[in-house]
Nanobody, 121 residues
Framework: QVQLVESGGGLVQSGGSLRLSCAASGSIFSIHVLGWYCQAPGNQRELVADIRSGGSSNYADSVKGRFNISRDTAKDTQYLLMNSLKPEDTAVYYC???????????????WGQGAQVTVSS
């Protein structure tokens, strides 16, 4: 089973930057997608950014040009660099990994524990 541990959340002023990290542990045969979601109070969890196995990345319109998703394969870690933060970016951010444990297994999805990001005006 894959475990994801997030770090890097916190309080930042509007216009500032934060980098979230998500370290994975466990055995994975293949990864189909890495991603970050956010959930603000009273809202549903929504996609912020993801990277597909082919290397293509996808961003929510609200974060395009400000956020960057990346991965370090050697460290089994993915990152979300958030620049020009706005108060409306305030939310709990969750990392996720989707893939397969083996060639014959079904697809799994794992989630991190969540990291609070608070942007003050």
């Amino acid at each position: 089973q894959v475990q994801l541990v997030e770090s890097g959340g916190g309080l930042v002023q509007s216009g500032g930057s934060l980098r979230l990290s998500c370290a994975a542990s466990g055995s994975i045969f293949s990864i189909h997608v890495l991603g970050w979601y956010c959930q603000a109070p009273g809202n549903q969890r929504e996609l912020v950014a993801d990277i597909r196995s082919g290397g293509s990345s996808n961003y929510a319109d609200s974060v395009k040009g400000r956020f960057n998703i990346s991965r370090d394969t050697a460290k089994d870690t993915q990152y979300l660099l958030m620049n020009s933060l706005k108060p409306e970016d305030t939310a709990v951010y969750y990392c996720t990994v989707g893939g397969k444990y083996s060639m014959d297994s079904g697809v799994f999805t794992s989630w991190g524990q969540g990291a609070q990001v608070t942007v003050s005006s």
